[in-house]
Structures are given as C-alpha cells and as structure tokens.
C-alpha cells in the first residue's frame, strides 16, 4: 500500500459534550503500515466528568488533574499533521465534533485537514447489521488492546481502514470520496 498515509484519531470525553475531551490517541500509518500509536491524557476545562462517561473509558478526574489541556495536545498532534494532513476516525462526526468545539472552545485555528471516517467506508462496502469498531475488529480478527481507551481505539480504526481500502482495491485514498470530508 504504497503511499497510503494517514493518521488514525480517537478521542474520550469526561461528558456529553465534544470540547470534553479527556484522552486523544494517534495511530500514523506510513505507506500503508503502522509507524507509531500514541496516546494523551488530557484535562478537560474545569476537570469534571459525567458518572456514565467514566463508566465507558475509565477515566477519573484524578487520572487527569495534572494532565495538559487540549491546546498542548493538539499542538502535539499538529506536529503529526503537518507530514501527513490527513485523518481517519471510526464515526468521524463524534471525533471531527470534538476537535472542532475544542477549538473553538480555546478559540484556537481550524487546520486545513482531509478527513476519512472508517464507518461510512464500512456501511458501504459490507453488509453487517452492526458497524461498531470493536464488532468489525471481531469480524476481521483484528487485534485490540483496551476499547475506549484513545490510543487502542486509534490503532484499531487504522487497521480497520487498512482493511477497507485494500477491500475496496483502491491505489489512492481521494479514490474512497464516499467517506470523506474537511475539517
């Protein structure tokens, strides 16, 4: 896979709302393989955390309070996207969501970014009654670490998208228009 690069992103929330973010995770895919997976936590504004949202990850306000918020994060990743400016996520309208309201949030620049979502691209090309990441991983014996942890759920959409580009027999990932969009 040739010149198939991209970063995977996840992102957990202390709440409802998508500028909550309490951990990012990356998975960068370099022609075609895994290159790096990484995770941060992150301290949402004001530390709180809804009961049913620790209940999903995990994640207490104690794991966070002395984590950086996401401005310092997201300038990490930036750094990622600046090689390759191009992200995947696995129901991209939550993580696009969260990366958009956290922006404006800290009324911080929206990049230029193109984006895939591994879920469109799954409704698309077979025929399962249930898409969720951890049922697809399952059905293609995909390998994963803990699901709604950031940097699992990140590698996990990019083994995912991995498999649905080579399933689709696309050479380039513009050729997957059906399941993209801009930041």
């Not at 198939?4 to 409802?16: K, L, R, V, Y």
């Not at 990012?24 to 949402?44: F, H, M, N, Q, Y």
């Not at 990140?154 to 997957?176: D, G, H, Q, S, T």
Request: proline share 4%; aromatic share 12%.
């Amino acid at each position: 896979m040739r010149g198939i690069n991209f970063i995977a992103i996840d992102f957990e929330t202390a709440t409802g709302k998508r500028a909550s973010v309490c951990e990012a995770g990356i998975c960068v895919v370099r022609d075609g393989k895994i290159a790096e997976t990484r995770s941060w936590l992150v301290r949402p504004q004001g530390n709180r955390y809804s009961y049913w949202n620790m209940q999903i990850h995990g994640i207490r306000p104690s794991d966070t309070v002395d984590s950086p918020e996401f401005p310092a994060v997201w300038a990490e990743i930036c750094g990622y996207l600046k090689d390759i400016p191009v992200l995947v996520a696995h129901n991209a309208a939550f993580d696009i969501g969260c990366i958009r309201h956290s922006l404006e949030l800290y009324g911080m620049e929206k990049p230029d970014i193109t984006y895939y979502c591994s879920l469109r691209a799954a409704r698309r090309l077979y025929n399962f009654g249930c898409n969720s990441l951890d049922y697809l991983c399952d059905q293609f014996k995909i390998p994963y670490g803990q699901h709604h942890r950031a940097g699992d759920d990140a590698e996990m959409c990019a083994r995912l998208f991995l498999r649905e580009i080579e399933y689709a027999e696309v050479c380039k990932l513009e050729n997957m228009e059906y399941c993209n969009g801009k930041l």
